[in-house]
């Protein structure tokens, strides 16, 4: 695949301890695309970078290319980090702000259990929403 075709194509990111799989269509982030795909991610400002609520650590990152922390996100990375990680920011991003530009990750969030929003479905353009191998 090129690399314009790559970066266009859709990406899977695995949110571990659910196990749960999500599609993330170019230009989304994961917080978006797991409201897209039914699921009621935590939040509390509703993407914008204040919260924290929202936050993943990356686990498998290795061959994915993600947009670079913009200034708010930073700051807030710092808060949580301070927070819940003893200062320690490697691999936190806020799905709210992350975009995938190339590749599949699996990322932590610890808050995270695969609930689904009430009224909200599936909307199966990329086979947005995967279970697990071990499901």
Known sequence: ?????????????????????????????????????????????????LCTHCHVRLLGADSAVLTPVEKDERLALQR??????RSDKAGLRLACQMKIISGDLVVEQRAFRGERSPGQHEDGEYGAIRQGADE
Not at 30 to 49: K, N, V
Not at 80 to 85: C, D, G, S, T
């Open 1 to 49: 695949m090129t690399a314009p075709a790559q970066a266009r194509a859709p990406h899977v990111v695995r949110v571990e301890p659910a196990g749960i799989e999500i599609t993330v269509r170019p230009d989304e982030t994961l917080f978006d695309a797991a409201y897209r795909a039914g699921y009621d991610w935590p939040t509390i400002c509703f993407g914008q970078a």
């Open 80 to 85: 949580v980090a301070r927070r819940l990680y």
